[in-house]
């Protein structure tokens, strides 16, 4: 169980922080543009509206990582699942009161498994904090470059270089 306690929120993390950038990079005119032509639902959506919520998305996928990673403030990794949970949980509503049910199981699973790493990480197997250290800071460091390598670099390329 502790093996998935690392791993799962590793995924969500990165997943989330990948998706709410490149909701971010939406602040563009050509690209918001080009983004209602790819996604129906957007349509409904006020780009500010989109924008914060690429952000709310993007801080919710970091705070399940590094906090916990580094030791620093860990309790901000449960909060930042419940949040990733409330974002779901208000897709979902979104979905439904548009009539869009294929999209719920996506809201379902992804804000499940968010509220049960909030539960597990706040009240069953909570990290303990550690004090700031440099070697807790360099790897701080490494995971956000890590996640700038492996999600954000390419988000943004693509993102970026429309044709």
Do not use: C
Not at 1 to 16: A, E, H, S
């Amino acid at each position: 169980m502790n093996t998935t306690l690392w791993t799962v929120p590793l995924l969500w993390g990165v997943f989330f922080s990948i998706t709410g950038f490149g909701k971010i990079l939406w602040y563009k005119p050509a690209l918001w543009n080009q983004t209602l032509q790819e996604v129906p639902w957007l349509f409904a959506v006020p780009q500010d509206l989109s924008i914060f919520i690429g952000i709310s998305e993007f801080l919710g996928g970091v705070g399940l990582i590094l906090p916990a990673m580094t030791g620093v403030k860990p309790k901000l990794t449960p909060f930042a699942a419940i949040g990733l949970t409330l974002v779901m949980i208000l897709a979902a509503v979104f979905h439904i009161v548009r009539g869009e049910y294929n999209f719920l199981p996506i809201n379902v699973v992804l804000g499940g498994v968010a509220a049960f790493i909030a539960y597990e990480r706040l009240f069953v197997r909570p990290i303990a904090p550690a004090s700031i250290s440099s070697f807790r800071v360099l790897k701080g460091l490494a995971v956000a470059g890590a996640l700038v390598l492996v999600g954000f670099a390419p988000a943004w390329y693509r993102l970026t270089h429309i044709h």
